[in-house]
């Protein structure tokens, strides 16, 4: 079945500095990634997605990255802000069936 | 646009009793989902409605777990027994068929087993 692995676990950075999460998975036929925000107590919220047929999405500070051969994509946050942090998940859906496979989560701590 | 919600918010019960958890998704939403989420895990699904028929319950452990979506709007998940590992978070998420296929996650329901 479809496996998402996701490092790092944790990241600390400093404020104003670019935080990178990434992310592998292993279903070829997965044609929409979208990356989650959890804040403590609340439920994930969606913070950007990409299709498969782009390579990359940018949305003000947050941007992604895919790369289908590889079956690898990225979240990329620059100017990190302490209202960044918060618990980070990628996910991938199985191709066409509208199931999510989500990733284990990278705890995000932007230190001011 | 109201949001899925999801209740109760928080259920402490003691192992072999039931519980059971209810989510209204968002409106004209075919698709729901309900998650468990362990601390320190990502999202596991447990099972995956369109309209009132279940489309994915393979990670359901159906021994103790029943979901059903009569009507294809609002959901109930139950436990009968609970067990210790139980404990987590239970989320439920909706998102449209056709087009955006963008899933909406509720509060969630922090269940702890003891």
């Known amino acids: 079945g479809e496996n998402v692995e996701q490092h790092p676990s944790t990241l600390s950075v400093q404020e104003g500095d670019s935080a990178v999460i990434k992310c592998t998975y292993s279903d070829s036929a997965s044609n929409y990634f979208p990356w989650y925000k959890q804040e403590l107590g609340k439920g994930p919220q969606l913070i950007i997605d990409?299709?498969?047929?782009?390579g990359e999405k940018k949305d003000q500070r947050i941007a992604v990255t895919l790369n289908k051969t590889a079956k690898h994509f990225s979240l990329h946050i620059t100017e990190t802000q302490p209202e960044d942090s918060a618990v980070y998940f990628c996910?991938?859906?199985?191709?066409?069936?509208?199931?999510?496979?989500f990733g284990t989560g990278t705890r995000l701590k932007v230190l001011a | 646009e109201a949001g899925v919600a999801q209740s109760p918010r928080y259920k402490i019960i003691e192992k072999r009793q039931s519980v059971a958890f209810w989510c209204n998704p968002i409106s004209g939403h075919a698709t729901l989902y309900w998650y468990q989420q362990i601390l320190g895990q990502g999202p596991k699904l447990l099972i995956q409605?369109?309209?009132?028929?279940?489309?994915?319950d393979s990670q359901l452990p159906k021994d103790r777990f029943s979901a059903e979506r009569l009507k294809g709007v609002d959901s109930t998940l139950k436990i009968q027994p609970a067990k210790l590992e139980d404990s987590a978070v239970y989320l439920c998420a909706s998102s449209k068929t056709t087009g955006n296929t963008e899933a909406f996650f509720g509060q969630g329901t922090r269940l702890t087993v003891v």
């Open positions: 990409i299709r498969s047929n782009v």
């Open positions: 409605f369109q309209n009132n028929g279940v489309v994915d």
């Open positions: 996910a991938a859906e199985v191709g066409g069936t509208y199931k999510y496979i």
